[in-house]
């Protein structure tokens, strides 16, 4: 498993008086209280600070305000992180709870866990960028020839890529989260990968859903990504090949009209549920030696991504085309597969990593978050 680097740069120094959100660095979810995000933050003793909200206090970790002022200490990390220390000594957390994207706070079970990390933000400066990776067991980092517990992706090697420069900030935000990273790691694993999903599922072989549009509001509502990285269609395409899956079941024009446009009725969801500046790089589908049959549906599949990205460039939306399948079949000879030959290798992942880096570079070719 990658080991997180260890950056050096430490957070900015509060300013006495200012107004700051307070963003967690494993969720993304904001601190609330009285329906607010932004507090002014008040020196009332050696490292210690109030979060005033007008002629009130916000008392913590319940987000209840009162009437006199309830002090914190707020401790300076590395990588502009900080770490909040109740009155007991208890690092302020959010655990997760709840479906609401308002933090829900906690008193921390592990001071040295990303959860008791918080971003802060002065008013009018730019907030953390939040990603979030949505797809399938690709996305979840399946991968045959390692381990369960190593299926990590391509997630951590592209947060390092985002920590190359020490001054972003951005949070991989999502309810999947195999590992947890360290207060000082620049490593992280949140995402919405889910093994045997697709955009769409029209054949309901499980009692649940499989298909990952019946989720999008569950996931963006809770987290409000501003970048979403997607890649989706390796399940769209098997189940299309055939009932039991990967039968030799060629694709029909109809057939492929068919499957793109539950494809883009996925993605029209999408954008309807990112602010109004948000972002999607859209990934190609990865290629398969599993079966002919099967690779042709991908590559056929995947002549729509490029297209609908065109079509989102020229609707000024925020988007770019991650042409992973390209990157992955370059890696190795095997064409960056493990050896069940759907899902990615170490070097297949870290194409992917590359190739999701180099479209968000396009996006955002300066710091983001700072």
């Known amino acids: 498993m990658l ?105 921390a079970k592990s001071i040295d866990a990303i959860e008791c990390c918080w971003y802060l933000t002065e008013q009018g400066r730019p907030e953390p960028m939040k990603i979030m990776p949505i797809g399938d067991s690709i996305t979840f980092g399946a991968n045959v020839d390692v381990p369960e517990d190593e299926w990590v992706g391509c997630r951590p090697e592209l947060a390092e890529m985002f920590a190359e420069n020490p001054d972003n900030r951005f949070v991989f935000v999502g309810s999947m989260k195999e590992h947890n990273s ?9 995402h919405e990968g889910h093994g045997g999903w697709m955009a769409d599922d029209i054949y309901q072989v499980n009692p649940e859903s499989r298909g ?4 999008l509001d569950q996931f963006l509502g809770k987290y409000t990504p501003d970048v979403v990285l997607t890649q989706v269609g390796t399940n769209d395409c098997a189940f299309a090949a055939g009932p039991s899956m990967y039968e030799e079941v060629p694709y029909t024009d109809e057939s492929m009209a068919a499957l793109k446009a539950r494809w883009n009725g996925y993605m029209d969801k999408l954008w309807t549920l990112l602010p109004a500046d948000g972002a999607i790089i859209v990934a190609t589908v990865p290629p398969t030696t599993r079966t002919q049959c099967f690779d042709d549906w991908i590559n056929e599949f995947n002549k729509e991504i490029p297209a609908a990205v065109a079509r989102y460039q020229a609707a000024g939306r925020k988007s770019e085309l991650a042409p992973t399948n390209r990157m992955i079949s370059d890696s190795t ?23 999701y880096y180099q479209a968000f570079q396009k996006l955002y070719p300066n710091t983001i978050g700072r």
Do not use: W
């Not at 220390?85 to 959010?94: F, P, S, V």
């Open 3 to 107: 080991v997180s680097k260890k950056t050096v740069k430490p957070a900015p120094e509060i300013r006495d008086g200012a107004v700051y959100s307070f963003m967690n660095c494993d969720t993304g979810r904001k601190i609330h209280a009285d329906g607010r995000t932004e507090f002014t933050v008040a020196a009332v003793g050696d490292g210690e600070y109030a979060l005033r909200l007008g002629n009130a206090y916000v008392s913590l970790p319940d987000g209840t305000l009162a009437g006199a002022p309830a002090p914190v200490k707020i401790v300076p990390l590395k990588n502009s992180r900080y770490m909040i220390l109740l009155a007991d000594g208890a690092a302020l957390c959010d655990d997760d709870a709840g479906e609401s994207c308002q933090a829900s706070l906690a008193p």
């Open 182 to 190: 360290g207060m000082d790691d620049t490593v992280l694993y949140r």
């Open 212 to 215: 990952l549009i019946d989720y």
């Open 333 to 355: 000879p095997e064409r960056g597969l493990c050896s069940d030959q759907v899902h990615l290798s170490a070097k297949g992942y870290t194409a992917m990593a590359t190739a």
